[in-house]
């Protein structure tokens, strides 16, 4: 999937550590308790897990968070591991920041007896580990030796050691020395009996992501004479720069997207990102695949970060065994749990459905924000609840315990500052109880009839300016993404070029970028009978980032039955007046507006007064044997509402039972969660068959009172 990405460069096989396992094979058992069915069990799991996840019993929801040790005194760390017992604690992630601790040179042995009595100590007491390669902050001596290897931003300021993520993705000098690390560590540890996953890195380019010194730039070159096979006219042609006098002789005269006077080439940025998101993916691989080849049983990860912008999660997820993702919706967003729908939904679809690890939430506050304002009561449960019920196996933290040094010492951890007779920790022990009680749903799939199409380089050049409208993907993701959520409608992510057909309805916002492929795809879904909902901005440009042209949206105005002549963005404090069939009196829409013409389309909504007045901002038009919906502004939350509604009942889209608002509904492997996101009780129907509430062991029919943010877990009729 990585599309347009070169092969990592150096031969990163060569700098394999291939010296013996210090723990031998993998069943081998260290310390005092001999577990070797433990051992078996988790090394076949990881087996199945990571290869065709067919999980078999017994299955378990993985419950814990990142385990810093390095940060306390080590008489602390038996106590650390009996509040892990307490809690349920069965999965953590140790090292992510260790490298300072672990070496003390380029190449030079690992000095880490340390970390030997950390995982024996938790192989002891049952809790796995996600060993992390600790290549995520590299150490001042590292720095010291290679300054070169600071990154440097579009206006030329090389950033400084002090923080962490400081290195340039193209510097070889990084590049070689994590996978040396890597490699270390996987020498070391593969074979020890805790070890259950890889965590290569950490959040790739979440402080970095994109790199402007000299070395990027020849890497860059590099790049592009391989994207455009050494021709320079073909990068003239794509970039399009006949346009102020760009126009390139030789690829040596092209350096990344610095700084500029005026408005920089489009093309150019986004094939700067193209690259940069490559170059980072490239680092990501190198030490993966030498995990891949020391541990080919061993299944690796990397923690994705949802919609997040610079690094395209698809060939990213493609290159995992299991996909994580960092969740962090905010607490003081009325919306923050519907956000975090989103990203559960994301998570799973990027792995193709498999179970996926949530693999950093905060039991309470960030310290990141400028005001942190913690979890209510009851919403670290439920929230955790809603990840498991949309696909999660796993509910882990940043961190275990909350540091008492360093820049994130005010961010919440699972053991709070205040110790144990605190409310954190009896929500933390609370909830691992709870996820005991949801073992039955591990493994277990989720079927959904509604995909939102989502492609990170169309995102890129949505988002690049000198367009209409600044618009921002993720809210238009967000606002269809919206009204399904709360009819309970299950709501999987794709990729536009992706195998569309087990979906009733595509929505495809601000798709500005498509391929051809991508255009054809679309249509074929709707000739074979499919519904699809295309919005404004769609269609656009070709992933050159040129216009089609002949009227908007050139591929799929035939699908669409109209074209947009022109567009009509609104200002933000406007609102157009909207009448129609699924219009009530108040209907309006805002951000966008367009003149249309339509040829053979059915207005279901138009602009009802002002000079755009009867202009389409809905339409319909049969194709083939389904139907393209088309929409032109973005409606009210009520009327877009009431059309999402007729879209998927005309689509044929299962409706699931009509429940209260404020209560989530999911189904899971034949699991219904209902999780009450409010803090007032709330009645709801759980139908007329006796189930079983996995929480709380007692049964449920006709009506359940759900507390304040509690939730029911219902057992498939026939596991009473
Ligand atoms: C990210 C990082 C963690 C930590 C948390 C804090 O997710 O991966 O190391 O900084 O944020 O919220």
């Known amino acids: 999937m990585a599309r347009g990405c070169l092969a990592p460069s150096g031969h990163w096989s060569t700098l394999i550590d291939r010296r013996p396992l210090r723990y031998g094979p993998r069943n081998h058992t260290v310390g005092a308790t001999d577990k070797p069915l433990v051992a078996l069990e988790r090394s076949l799991r990881m087996r199945m897990e990571a290869r065709s996840l067919e999980i078999p019993t017994p299955r378990r929801i993985r419950y814990g968070g990142d385990y810093n040790p390095e940060q306390w005194p080590e008489h602390l760390w038996a106590e650390d591991v009996a509040l892990m017992a307490e809690a349920g604690v069965n999965l953590v992630t140790v090292g992510v920041f260790s490298w300072a601790q672990l070496q003390g040179g380029l190449g030079a042995e690992l000095s880490a007896d340390w970390l030997d009595r950390v995982l024996d100590l938790l192989y002891e007491v049952g809790v796995g580990v996600d060993l992390a390669t600790a290549t995520a902050s590299p150490p001042p001596w590292l720095v010291r030796a290679h300054p070169d290897i600071l990154p440097v931003s579009a206006d030329g300021v090389r950033m400084s050691l002090g923080g962490r993520q400081h290195y340039c993705p193209s510097s070889s000098v990084y590049r070689d020395a994590a996978v040396d690390l890597a490699s270390r560590i996987a020498s070391r540890y593969g074979g020890h009996p805790a070890l259950e996953l890889w965590h290569i890195g950490n959040e790739y380019g979440s402080r970095v992501n994109a790199c402007y ?15 455009y096979n050494d021709d320079i006219d073909e990068l003239n042609r794509a970039w399009g720069t006949a346009f102020w006098s760009q126009r390139y002789l030789d690829f040596d005269e092209v350096g990344p997207p610095r700084t500029a006077p005026s408005m920089r080439n489009p093309t150019h940025q986004l094939d700067f990102l193209r690259f940069s998101d490559c170059e980072l993916r490239a680092c990501y691989l190198a030490e993966r695949d030498v995990l891949r080849v020391a541990t080919p049983q061993v299944p690796v990860t990397t923690n994705l970060m949802g919609l997040f912008q610079p690094t395209d999660s698809w060939a990213w997820a493609a290159e995992m065994d299991i ?31 498999r179970p996926w690890y949530l693999m950093e939430q905060a039991p309470g506050a960030v310290n990141w924000r400028p005001t942190n304002v913690p979890k209510n009561r009851g919403e670290f449960r439920t929230w955790s609840l809603q990840a498991v019920a949309r696909g999660a196996d796993a509910v882990l933290q940043f961190q275990w315990r909350a540091s008492a040094a360093g820049a994130e010492k005010f961010h919440s951890g699972m053991v709070p500052h205040g110790g144990v007779d605190t409310r954190q920790w009896r929500e933390v022990v609370a909830l691992g109880a709870d996820l005991r009680n949801l073992a039955p749903l591990a493994g277990t799939p989720i079927s959904a009839h509604v995909a939102l199409l989502v492609d990170w380089e169309s995102w890129w ?36 070029e992706s195998d569309l057909s087990q979906y009733r309805l595509i929505l495809a916002p601000a798709l500005y970028m498509v391929s051809g492929r991508a255009a054809t795809n679309l249509i074929a879904h709707v000739d074979s009978g499919g519904c699809a909902l295309i919005t404004y901005f769609s269609g656009i440009v070709d992933p050159d980032d040129h216009v089609r042209l002949g009227g908007y949206p050139a591929p799929w105005r035939d699908l669409l039955g109209l074209d947009v002549e022109e567009f009509s ?17 108040r209907s309006t829409g805002r951000r966008w507006a367009e003149l249309v013409r339509l040829r053979g389309a059915r207005p279901l ?44 009942f005309e689509a044929g889209v299962p409706t699931a039972p009509p429940r209260p608002v404020g209560v989530e509904a999911v189904e899971r492997g034949g699991h219904v969660v209902l999780i009450n996101h409010t803090d007032a009780p709330i009645d709801a129907d759980v139908g007329a068959n006796p189930r079983r509430d996995l929480l709380s062991g007692s049964m449920k029919h006709h009506s359940v009172t759900l507390p304040p943010r509690g939730a029911v877990v219902l057992a498939p009729a026939e596991n009473l």
């Open 323 to 353: 996909v994580s993702v960092d969740r962090y919706p905010d607490p003081a967003d009325p919306y923050a749990h519907v956000q975090a729908a989103l990203v559960a939904d994301l998570t799973r679809s990027l792995g193709a459905g």
């Open 461 to 496: 050049a949505l988002e690049l300016g000198s367009h209409p409208a600044q618009l921002r993907l993720p809210e238009l993701l967000f606002e269809l993404y919206q009204p399904l959520f709360d009819s309970g409608t299950t709501v999987d992510f794709a990729h536009p």
């Open 213 to 227: 010194c000299e070395v990027s730039a020849a890497a860059f070159r590099k790049w592009l004479r391989d994207r």
């Open 569 to 585: 963005p609104l200002p933000s404090n406007e609102t157009l007046p909207l009448r129609g069939s699924v219009a009530h009196s």
């Open 605 to 648: 909504l138009e602009i009802a007064a002002g000079p755009l007045e009867g202009q389409p901002a809905a339409t319909v038009h049969r194709y083939g044997r389904g139907a393209a919906y088309y929409l032109a502004t973005t409606p009210d939350p009520a009327t877009l509402t009431a059309l999402i509604s007729e879209i998927t």
